[in-house]
């Protein structure tokens, strides 16, 4: 509980937004299904009514309570995310962490396939994957999407763990005699945590993405309620032509937020794991005034000097002249 | 020497880091002159605020560090007034003149700073063009110049960083610190990363270059046997907090404080009979600790309860024949550590 | 390489006929018995197709339980890719170690396990050779574990281990994360490390350059104090000779992936036979020179340059060629063998007449 409240206190503030973001759609997702005021299949004679008090979010082509099928969507959605987020994370890292392990011939071969699957153009290889399968329920989209996912994380994961790998703890463990597997779980792993976690997140990100897109053009299983179905059915039936923007508008807003509040975090996961952005960026409240990485050190009881702005020192921190300046973290 | 007013003073100066739990004193309360053609040593371990004060009286610290209070005194040729500039209270315009141009540094590892995919010459160009706002051609021949100076042959100006060896790059930052004939230059820690041999080349340039030129050193290093060889008078820092000042002389045969006692004792000697060594028992210091008087009482051999109540103030040392020889220990007189029983060394 | 026409099985052929007569006898031997022997250790990287650095050529030493073996030389010496082949980490590319009389083998796991019950390491640097993620008690437990066998009680062996390098009290120490720790505790981590696996051998690779001057010397106190507890034959690295004279029995200095000169500690240090042997000591800082030239006033233009090390070592000849005063055409062109100059000391050069004219005297006599 202390670690986590420590790590809230280090996060910046977009993370910060993103996490509330996505924890209201997390909590939306668990509780939502129970909560729903009717059946998001039940089929009524109130065709396309706008919002009302019996209908929050008004209803559908065939008399559907939008707001029901919504929260059944995110729900569905969030799991797709999740599903997809951890098979492919798993697989990056495995052959990432394996490849920067074993190096050589190992290496080449699983940089190779990492490579062929970053080229593949994804989206047709998807439509044209799930063709094959069976639409029943979610599971073709979560497998076929993992397969697809894996290949960013895996290049960004083998570049970090080979960093770790020379570092002489790793060659200090091998000096007590550990095993190569203990050495990767307990060694390296534990190291490239951060790394991970963004990895996951912008997973999460595209699995959510390919989906919704996915859905919309009716490439899933269009029987069941996400948030791409939705869409899908509120296109096929023109809703954006009957004026019925109850019933595209929360599904689209939907996923623009939850995309949202997983790219805040993700930035937040990057700063917290590489320092060097965080000092370029962000000034530092010192004695009532704001501090630039690069402006002079404050001297109490002195006004301010006037010093570059914002933009000028992100540019400064990147120019040749920042030569000149003293390291940063010197203590 | 003493006589005319010092290049650079600093006067009470005190920095701190801001922390969520307080400040952080990493030096408080520091008073140091550097003088014309002077080598002024500034020596500590790790943790000590040696770097900090040097640092921030250039007002170079990023945040959280704070200056809390005192004066940085320049007088140099160029700032053509007669009275000192306060550099604490300089505008930014005044700052960013007197800093690489009156007052240059070599940083800790800063051969490591040489951007690796740029030819060494255009980078000391670039710096020079940038600073001086020296015509290119004019430019071009003070480069070949500086690099004959601190020993580079001219073929290596074209050269990129990593085809130049740890002791050449450090030759480049020297180079580059010394381009606009500065009046300090401060070199922190310049030649720990790099072997004896390669370092006491380096060393002896930057003597060399300093009779030449005519300016002044502030040498930060926690090498203590180097700065009895090296500078003129050598200050001992410990705690953010100056220990003891005098000429290396004085310094070296009567050392008053016990931290600098300590410190003669724990290097081995090459030369001469072997030496009783015993180091300083301990960990350095957690600058977090706000206990009062003298930061040294855990380690320290002579402690008495009358420590805790020392106000840190330098004052002569009795006994002592060098002029400016001053000490933060009222206790311990350099006698007493000539009389201490011998304890068992290294293979002694 | 190096012709040794005294001995030609030094190169090939490992022990054949009983001992390879040794150039000198090592005063380390004084301490106690021969534990690990590395003869004729060559060491040789491919840069490129063309190109291949010779990092370590045909270098002899002897560890002796008790005794301090120091290896003294600049960075790139060599010295240390001496220590990761004793140490099992890198595979000579021909010659052999040998411990407690037989050859080394570590071709299997097991194998390899058991020469690290023997023969640690310890690393230079104990801000990177720690794991940030793992506290001191796991650091330790885990060779506990590995190297003593599942009847041992893990966390008391711990204790006691922190105890014997003196990080007390050890209950305090024990939930600590590497960053919380100072340098030098840090590298008292590391030694316990080492020790956990109750090795005979402790090879010790520059353990106290990244600490301060004022750490150093305690912490080679420790060394010592270790060694002689534990009976330990220990090889220290070093780019430090002054150190190496307090704390060695016996110095070999290395120059270029050779081992130019060897023999006592004090004989060596105080009268270097060895051109570079010479330079190193002079190069060392020295408080009581007041006529140094780097004192102000002082400086003579020139004084300081002898051998200024813009140059890299000779790849033909004696590699110290380039930088060496008594240079001749025959340095430049053979690369001299270690020759004994008394019955514990030895140096590979053309010239040691002219360079230590007592000692070669002396050898004569």
Redesign the interface.
Known sequence: MKALASLWGRLPGTARAGVVLLGLFVLAAIIGPQVIPYDPNAVTPLTLKPPSAAHLLGTTQTGQDVLSQLLVGIRLTLELGLYVGVLATALSVLVGVTAAFLGGVWDDFLSLLCNVFLVIPALPLLIVMLGYFPQKGQLPSILVLSILGWAWGARVVRAQALTIRNRDFVAASRETGERGWRIILFEIIPNIVSLIAASFVNTVLYAIGASVALAFIGVADVSSWSLGTILYWSQSANSLQLGAWWWFVPPGLAVALIGTGLVLLNTGIDELSNPRLRDARSSTKIAGSRIWPTDPTPVLGMPKLTTRGRLATLVHSFSRSSLLDAPGGEF | MSSSRPVLEIRDLS?A??TPSGDVK?ASHVNLSLHK???VGLCG???SGK??LA??A????????????GQVLYSGSRTGTATALDI??A??RD?RAI??RDVA?V???AMN???PV?RVRD?IL??MQ??LRLPREEAHEKTAKLLDLV?I?RERLRSYPHEL????RQRVMIA?ALAADPEVVIMDEPTTAL???????I???I??L??QLGFSVLFIT?????L???A?RIAVMYAGQLMELGDSADI?VAPAHPYTQ??L????????A?RD?????G??PDLRDTNPGCPFIPRCEFAVPACAEVDMTLAPVAGSRGIGHVTACPIVTPEMAKVRVPTE???S | MSEETSDPTAVAEPVVTGEPAPVVQSVAAARGPLALEAIGLNKDFRLSRTQTLHAVQDVSLSLYKGGVVALVGESGSGKSTVARMLAGQERPTSGSVIFNGKPVDLKSRSAFRAYKSEVQYVFQDPFSSLNPVHDVGYHLSRPVRLHQGRSVEVQREVMALLEQVRLTPAAQFKPKYPHELSGGQRQRVSFARALAAQPSVLLADEPVSMLDVSIRLEMLNLLDDLRKRLSLALLYITHDIASARYFSDEVLVMYAGQVVERGPAEDVTQQPAHPYTQLLIASAPDPDNLGSVLRSGNVAAGAARIGRATSGPAPVGCPFATRCPFVDDKCRAENPALQRITADRAAACWHLDRAAPALATGAIA
């Open positions: 920095v880091y801001r990493a053609g002077e080598v371990e790790s943790g770097s900090t640092y921030g250039c007002r170079l610290l990023r945040p959280p560090a704070v200056i809390t209070g604490l209270r505008p930014q700052l800093r690489w540094i940083f800790q590892s700073a040489l951007n740029l980078q670039d710096a940038a600073h020993g042959p060896s740890g002791g050449m580059m072997d004896v041999v390669v370092q006491r080349d060393l002896a340039q003597v060399e300093k009779e926690h090498d203590m046997s180097l009895l060889e090296l003129d070296k300590g410190l004792r724990s290097f081995p000697s090459l030369h001469g072997r060594l015993t180091g300083i028992p960990s350095p060394g290294v293979r």
